[in-house]
């Protein structure tokens, strides 16, 4: 890593704010093992893409050991594959789910029923389990054939879950696509990237 980037990634760090809700949002799991005293960790099922599978979920199996991470991404999966999968998800039961999709709607579907397939996956899920839903909105990407499309759905999806949303696009939107992917990938975050967007997700479940 370069001067430059490593300079950015300590500033970064040390004023990274996430956008994800106008006031803190209530954590009953977390309440709950703590008035019991139960040190059993806090399950978190991944619902993702290549962006997970690429960047070993995310790091959050090293970064958050207090966490047991599953992470059922798979590589090219859209919302539109996830509703025919969602019950694998469901092995174990999980105290959140993280879902973490957009890219490959964009490409597919030209994001059309991108929201209303994620609500969809919402209603699902809450009729199998009483988990916490958590949505992260992911970068835009250097594509600039998904860019707009990308841009409106993150948006979407930041109006219809407000108060639960890890926003990726807003806290990377100080870098510039060359610092966060490499020359031969528009889509996929370098090192650095990944650093960044490890560091996010973080801080926000530690935070939760």
């Not at 799991?29 to 978190?44: D, E, F, Q, R």
């Not at 599978?53 to 790091?59: I, K």
């Not at 899920?125 to 993150?154: C, E, F, G, M, Q």
Request: overall charge positive; hydrophobic content about 35%; some cysteine.
């Amino acid at each position: 890593m370069d001067k430059k980037k490593y300079l950015c990634l300590l500033f970064f760090l040390f004023n990274i704010n996430c956008y994800s809700s106008k006031k803190p949002l209530e954590n009953k799991v977390l309440n709950a093992l703590v008035l019991s005293g139960t040190k059993s960790p806090i399950k978190l099922n991944l619902i993702g893409d290549s962006l997970s599978t690429r960047s070993e979920s995310f790091g959050l199996k090293h970064s958050l050991p207090s966490y047991q991470i599953q992470d059922f991404s798979i590589p090219g999966y859209s919302t539109n594959d996830w509703l025919l999968e969602l019950d694998r998800t469901l092995n174990p039961n999980p105290d959140i789910f993280l879902i973490v999709l957009g890219t490959n709607d964009a490409y597919k579907n030209s994001g059309n029923d991108f929201l209303k397939n994620l609500i969809r996956i919402s209603e699902l899920l809450r009729l199998k389990s009483a988990a916490r839903i958590i949505y992260a909105i992911p970068p835009i990407t250097k594509d600039p054939i998904i860019i707009p499309i990308r841009t409106k759905n993150n948006q979407e999806l930041r109006e219809r879950f407000p108060n639960l949303v890890i926003d990726l696009e807003r806290n990377l939107q100080s870098f510039s696509g060359d610092s966060l992917y490499p020359a031969d990938d528009p889509i996929h975050p370098n090192d650095f990237g990944k650093t960044l967007i490890s560091e996010i997700f973080r801080k926000y479940f530690l935070n939760l």
